[in-house]
DNA sequence: CCAACCTAACTGTGATCACAGATCACGACA
DNA sequence: TGTCGTGATCTGTGATCACAGTTAGGTTGG
């Protein structure tokens, strides 16, 4: 199975520790609120990264006590994890039990396209008519940090990853539809593993090229208030990079 | 918080345990597959269907110990059942770590809504150029039932909300997206509690009236194949039960 | 009479153990 | 040589226990 992971690498305090709690009389007001974040949720966001990363293959079989063993926890906190995973769609659990990384075949993978054109195409309309201008310029830095990921001399495959995920979001989250956010979530989450495992194998040129047009057309439309012309770019991303995906295969059935 | 159940009523055979496994020689052929359902995976059918039915009100605090001891089962399968539903939003898990049904504040609400419209309306137009003439059959017996439910003096509710779901569900899974089916699934999970714990307290005439005109607005433009008319009745359907809500008060903040 | 404390019951979380089912490899029989 | 039975090993599931944190209720001190 060989899952590579540290015991919960990188910082475990991803929680706005340091949260003004207003005035407060003497040093009581510096201390932030201790993280209370459960074991079983930092096992819920390890899995998660993994997935979206591509870092956990498509069919790829998970053993709770290996992943509990990983990450130097009981099997208990996994166990959580992966119930909440599978129980919207990240992970699978087979008839024999058995849990593993969910393998999309094409017919999913067209449905999840078409979901995601509805439902980002909607929160692209919603976001160009809503978003403050501090959360376009947001946009726009990612939009920069991805554009220069893809130029790069090889691509950093890695980074453009990242600042694809975090513009999208950025995107998403200027909607103000928490809800909505959290649905679009749910479709990466499916969509990730074979999204981005096809993109570390390959070089990404093509990807780049046509992805960093439509996301400059996103942002010209964004800072025009055009909302149809926000989805039309959205969705020529989104179509573009799912015709990749299709066209280097890489699909069950 | 007097939970309502007894252990496992009804019919734990939900699944089709009869399935054929086409030819096998001798007796073999005759005998189905036994049902393989994992005690957590009742638990979490039984809290779903009280969530959705608005047995379960908002706010409403669940113990685990508690519902365990009402469902005649362990602690261990009610967390993995809570784990679930919390992790789509069903149910919450406060910062003090204590279970309740979510409490929907009005902009919350309204947020659903919106959802609701956008892919449940793509459902309708999809299904209104996909559906076979049995399923639109299938709907049109539920439309019957749903009228029937609500023109009863007096009303009966609870069938006219089973009606009603039966009636919705039809329609989404004629557009053959399972996806899609499952993340309406999720948006009435939360929708659920107020949505049908107002109905039960109402007599419901109101709402039985603008849904039965809607549903037979939606089911004639599903025989015309009409995609536009099948979306627009379907969100008077939503609009009508939303604008009910909201007039009736009952949502937080 | 009100506030503060303090205890007791209860909460979810995590670990550990027990168990039935699945899987795979090895070996025996046809 | 191919196939079936058999064993060990590993799987997830469920139960039980221990513990820390919260909450509610009663009591004490002001």
Chains 1, 2 share one sequence.
Do not use: C
């Not at 008839?95 to 017919?107: E, G, H, K, S, Y």
């Not at 946009?139 to 691509?155: H, K, L, T, V, Y």
Request: net charge neutral; hydrophobic share 50%; glycine share 10%.
């Amino acid at each position: 199975m060989a899952v590579p992971v540290q015991p919960f690498a990188g910082p475990a305090e991803d929680a706005p520790v340091g949260r003004a709690l207003a005035r407060r009389s003497g040093a009581l007001g510096e201390i932030g609120a201790l993280s209370r974040e459960t074991l079983g949720e930092r096992v819920t966001g390890e899995l998660r990264a993994l997935l979206v990363a591509g870092r956990l293959a498509p069919g790829e079989k998970l053993s709770l006590r290996r992943v509990a063993e990983a990450l130097g926890v009981s099997m208990m906190p996994v166990r959580e994890a992966v119930s909440r995973l599978a129980a919207d769609g990240a992970l699978e659990v087979l008839p024999n039990r058995a849990v593993r990384v969910p393998v999309l075949t094409l017919a999913g993978f067209r449905e999840l396209t078409r979901l995601r054109l509805v439902i980002e195409g909607f929160a692209a309309e919603e976001a160009a008519t809503t978003a403050s201008a501090e959360q376009i310029e947001r946009i726009a830095g990612f939009e920069a940090a991805f554009g220069r990921a893809a130029n790069a001399e090889p691509p950093d495959t890695a980074a453009g990853v990242a600042a694809n995920r975090d513009l999208h979001f950025a995107l998403y989250e200027a909607a103000g539809m928490p809800s909505l956010v959290e649905m679009i979530e749910r479709l990466w989450l499916k969509a990730g593993p074979i999204l981005n495992l096809d993109m570390r194998h390959e070089p990404g040129r093509l990807r780049g090229g046509s992805a960093v047009q439509a996301h400059a057309a996103l942002l010209a439309a964004l800072r025009r208030r055009d909302a149809p012309a926000a989805r039309a770019a959205l969705e020529n991303d989104i179509r573009s990079a799912a015709a990749h995906i299709e066209s280097a295969g890489g699909l069950a059935e």
